[in-house]
């Protein structure tokens, strides 16, 4: 299946700190996408290089084979969608508004809520299950709900890419299930593909068609879930030892650190 992007030579420096080295990495259309390692190995950075945000990022990302550089901020828009961990908690819309908000990549600035809008605006409401929500003010959601209203605006934007950045943290195990669901759910049955941060590797086990290893700035290492457990990566990655337990059903081992064990 053809890339639907393409990284080349990435490398970020802030300050006297190399923050990317150098990565090279290709994402299928319709992939799931993990990209793990331990805090501060440069995911987040990452991310952000593939999306456009990062200042100061050399080298070169393609979007379906277009140099994203050559975009606008509104064309990159129409291509890729963000989740963020935080940053809405005082945002004085309601779900319903803050989506509608999403769909600016779709009209001038002077051109109002048409019925397109309101469609894409419903759907994503209905596939992040926040219908009952959508007339509550994003301030006085929990965590959980809210980031399920973020999602919600992320789909309403209409684009083929979501990126990810720790959408399971700060989450109770029934938010992080539920935000799991939706999220497999609309890259398997709409094709979107997904590019997901996380420091979680149960997570990453549990959805990623393929993951990326990310160590110091590097790419450590990447293939699929099957081979990261048959290797010695996640040692290597987290500089600590792993134990792995599966159960009946269980497709793959869950692993823990052996340090947390009781």
Known sequence: MAAIIEAKNLSLKIGDRQILRSLDLSVEKGAFVCIIGPNGAGKSSLLACLGGLAKGCCGEVLLEGKPLASMSSR????????????????????????????????????????????????????????????DRRLDTLSGGERQRALLAAALAQGTDILFLD?????????????????????????GITVVCVTHDVNFALRCAGKIFAVREGSLLWNGNREELLEQNILEQLFETRFSFFKTDGNKLACVVPKGLLI
């Open 166 to 190: 720790e959408p399971a943290s700060f989450l109770d195990y029934k938010y992080q299930e539920e935000m799991l669901a939706v999220v497999e759910k609309i890259n398997k049955e709409q």
């Open 75 to 134: 064309e990159a828009a129409r291509h890729i969608a963000w989740l963020h961990q935080s940053g809405s908690d005082t945002l004085p819309f309601t779900v319903r508004q803050f989506a509608e908000l999403s769909r600016y990549p779709w009209h001038s600035s002077f051109s109002g809520i048409v019925k397109e809008d309101e469609d894409a605006v419903e759907r994503a409401l209905v596939s992040a299950n926040v219908v009952s929500l959508a």
